[in-house]
């Protein structure tokens, strides 16, 4: 009983230093993108620059997370509502996560580039 309870206790322990700290922000599916689009949201593409290039949805604008990690918001808007997308899901989370913590207002994509069917922008 007493090592369950060590047991349930670390993995407490690593969950909560899995979980991001405080960002919160809503997690959408990248069928949602476009509503959120006509109700003001902008577009960040998070994949690097030579990815947004080859195919983007239109209307996004890039900010590469390599940027957003080194700590480069130029260009971002503090009262902006931005949603992030990526190629799969993981590199908008890492940078929702990080704009969330300076007070951005995001809504992550769960899915990416990889899943949408509508049309791109070159």
């Known amino acids: 009983m007493k090592k369950l309870a060590i047991l349930i206790g670390v ?11 405080g960002a919160v922000y809503e997690t959408i599916d990248i069928s949602e993108v476009t509503e959120y689009q006509e109700q003001g949201a902008l577009v ?3 994949r690097e620059t030579n990815e947004y290039d080859a195919g983007h949805i239109p209307g ?5 997370l390599s940027e957003i ?7 971002l808007d503090p009262n902006q509502e931005y949603v992030v997308v990526c190629q799969s899901g993981n590199r908008s989370q890492q940078a929702s996560d ?3 913590e300076e007070g ?19």
Do not use: R
């Not at 993995?11 to 700290?21: D, I, W, Y």
């Not at 996004?60 to 590469?64: G, I, Q, S, W, Y």
């Not at 949408?116 to 070159?122: A, H, I, L, Q």
């Open 98 to 100: 990080l704009l969330a």
């Open 60 to 64: 996004a604008m890039n900010k590469p």
């Open 69 to 75: 990690s080194a700590g480069n918001l130029e260009g």
């Open 44 to 46: 960040i593409d998070v």
């Open 11 to 21: 993995v407490s322990l690593l969950l909560a230093a899995c979980s991001s700290e």
């Open 104 to 122: 951005y207002e995001v809504i992550n994509v769960k899915q990416g580039m990889s899943s949408w069917t509508g049309t791109v922008e070159n």
